[in-house]
C-alpha cells in the first residue's frame, strides 16, 4: 500500500501540486492527469523525481482510462474551480465537474482501483450562516452552477461506494490558502488580492463591515486530509469537513497581513456583496475521530508562508 501507484487528476493546480511533492516525498510513484487550463507544468518542475504528466482532459474517458491504468489511488481534484466561470458556461462545468467525475469513477472501477478520494466543496452548504459552523449533516443546498456540479460529483462517489463497492471518499474543502493559489480563486482568493494590494502599499478594498468569517485552510492541512482518507480504514462512502475550526473575519485578515507584511495600512469599506455567506467555519470532529486529521499549520503561520511566496516570485 505504502509504494502504490498514486494519480491525481487536477495535479498541476494550487493544491493539487501540494498533494503531488506531498506523495513524492513520501516514496509514492505519482501520475498526473491534466488540461493545464488553469494548472501549469511549472509548477511541477521542481520535484525529483518527477511526476508523470498525461497532458488531457477528465472529460475524454479515453484519456481517463490510460491514466488510471495501474493506479491504486485516484486523487480526483480536476474541476472548473471557479464560480464565475461556471456562471459563464454552465454546461462546460458540468462536463468536467460533474460528468468528468462519471468517468473517473468508471475507469477506476473497471481497472480496479483501491480508492478514489474527491475534493469536494463547502459550497454545498450555500447560504448556510450559522456562526456556529457547519457539520456535514447541514442542509445541503447549492445555489451556484460550480456547486450543483461538485455536489453532482459527489453523489457519484456515494452512489458508486453503494452500488460497486469501490471505496470512495469525500472531503469537502472549506477555503484553503497558500503558494501558488491564483487570485481568480473563488475560495481565498481574497488573500492573494490583498497580499498584492497591500505589498504594493495600497489600502484593501473590504465588501461590508469586513466582519464577515471564513474557515481560511492554509494547503498543507488539507493535503494532510487527502493522504489520511487515502489510508483510514472503514470510512468509504463518507464525506468529511476540511477547515481548521477557526474563523477568521476580513478584518483579521487585513491585520495578519499587516503583520506580517510590517504595514498599517486601513482597509477601505464599500458596499457588501449581493448573495456574499456571512459565516462560513467548519465543524471537523467527523475528521479528527474517522482519519485522525489535526490541522498543523495555523492561519498566521501560513499567511506568512504565503505571503514569503509572493514575495520571492
Ligand atoms: P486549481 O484551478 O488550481 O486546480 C484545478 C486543476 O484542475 C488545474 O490544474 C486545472 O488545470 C485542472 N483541470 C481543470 N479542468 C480540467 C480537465 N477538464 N481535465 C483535467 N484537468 C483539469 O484549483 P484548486 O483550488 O487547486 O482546486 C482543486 C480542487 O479542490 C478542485 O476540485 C476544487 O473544486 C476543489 N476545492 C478547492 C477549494 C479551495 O479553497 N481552493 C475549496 C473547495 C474545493
Redesign the pocket.
Known amino acids: 500500500i505504502m509504494r502504490e501507484l498514486c494519480l491525481v487528476?487536477?495535479?498541476?493546480?494550487?493544491?493539487?501540486s501540494h498533494l503531488v511533492e506531498a506523495l513524492l516525498a513520501a516514496g509514492h510513484p505519482v501520475r498526473v492527469?491534466?488540461?493545464?487550463?488553469?494548472?501549469r507544468a511549472s509548477n511541477l518542475a521542481h520535484m525529483s523525481p518527477a511526476p508523470e504528466l498525461i497532458r488531457?482532459?477528465?472529460?475524454d474517458p479515453v484519456v481517463v482510462e490510460r491514466a488510471v491504468k495501474g493506479v491504486g489511488v485516484v486523487f480526483h481534484?480536476?474541476?472548473?474551480?471557479s464560480v464565475a466561470r461556471s456562471l459563464e458556461d454552465p454546461l462546460h462545468c458540468h462536463g468536467?465537474?460533474a460528468t468528468?467525475t462519471l468517468n473517473v469513477l468508471d475507469a477506476a472501477r473497471k481497472h480496479g482501483v483501491r480508492r478514489i478520494v474527491y475534493?469536494?466543496?463547502?459550497?454545498a452548504y450555500g447560504p448556510a450562516s450559522d456562526p456556529a459552523g457547519q457539520d456535514e449533516d447541514t442542509p445541503l443546498q447549492p445555489l451556484s452552477p460550480y456547486a450543483a456540479a461538485?455536489l453532482a460529483g459527489e453523489h457519484y462517489l456515494a452512489s458508486f461506494a453503494a452500488s460497486y463497492g469501490t471505496e470512495t471518499v469525500r472531503l469537502?474543502?472549506?477555503?484553503?490558502?497558500g503558494p501558488r493559489?491564483?487570485a481568480d480563486?473563488p475560495?481565498?482568493g481574497v488573500i492573494a488580492i490583498f497580499t498584492g494590494m497591500m505589498s504594493e502599499g495600497r489600502a484593501p478594498a473590504i465588501h461590508g463591515d469586513g466582519l464577515q468569517t471564513r474557515d481560511f485552510v492554509y494547503v498543507t492541512n488539507a493535503v494532510q486530509a487527502l493522504i489520511k482518507a487515502a489510508h483510514a480504514k472503514g470510512v468509504s462512502g463518507q464525506v468529511y469537513n476540511v477547515g481548521t475550526g477557526k474563523s477568521v473575519t476580513l478584518l483579521d485578515l487585513v491585520a495578519a497581513l499587516n503583520k506580517t507584511l510590517g504595514t498599517h495600512l486601513t482597509p477601505t469599506h464599500g458596499p457588501a456583496r449581493v448573495g456574499d455567506v456571512r459565516y462560513s467555519l467548519a465543524k471537523i470532529a467527523r475528521i479528527r475521530t474517522a482519519l485522525g486529521y489535526e490541522p498543523t499549520v495555523s492561519f498566521e503561520e501560513g499567511i506568512s508562508r504565503t505571503v514569503e511566496w509572493y514575495r520571492s516570485g
Request: some cysteine; aromatic content about 12%; glycine content about 16%.
Open positions: 487528476t487536477g495535479g498541476a493546480g494550487f493544491i493539487g492527469l491534466d488540461d493545464l487550463s488553469t494548472g488531457g482532459s477528465v472529460t481534484l480536476a474541476a472548473v474551480a468536467v465537474c468528468g475534493a469536494a466543496s463547502s459550497s461538485k469537502r474543502f472549506f477555503n484553503i490558502f493559489q491564483r480563486s475560495y481565498s
